[in-house]
């Protein structure tokens, strides 16, 4: 069974096939502070989804009584992500140096 998901770190959809599916389960994201799902599939890859567990149960409890998963795909195109990566780069002045400075009395600036 076939169902559309949101793909974690992207947001794009992506179809995942639950059949295939040996756990799922909740982790947290330490970095973004958020929980997504990870679906873990029997030939030992996994998929990170937006969606938790709940409603992945609504939908394949949906399917499986015959009700239908809206599938309309909004992908950004190529050029909303170009703008947006050069949105999100770090820039050259918005780094911090990590320079050390050494006193006039230091041993190194004494011979």
Request: glycine share 6%.
């Amino acid at each position: 069974m076939l169902v559309k998901l949101t793909y974690y770190s992207t947001g794009n959809p992506t179809i995942v096939n639950l059949n295939n599916v040996e756990t799922i389960y909740q982790v947290a994201d330490k970095y973004k502070s958020r929980i997504s799902t990870k679906i873990q599939f029997k030939g030992g890859g996994f998929v990170n989804v937006e969606e938790d567990l709940q409603t992945i149960m609504k939908i394949q409890w949906g399917m499986m009584n015959g009700v239908s998963q809206e599938l309309e795909f909004e992908s950004p195109s190529i050029d909303e992500m170009l703008e947006q990566s050069y949105e999100n780069r770090e820039r050259y002045y918005d780094k911090k140096e990590n320079k050390r400075h050494y006193q006039n009395d230091h041993f190194a600036n004494r011979y």
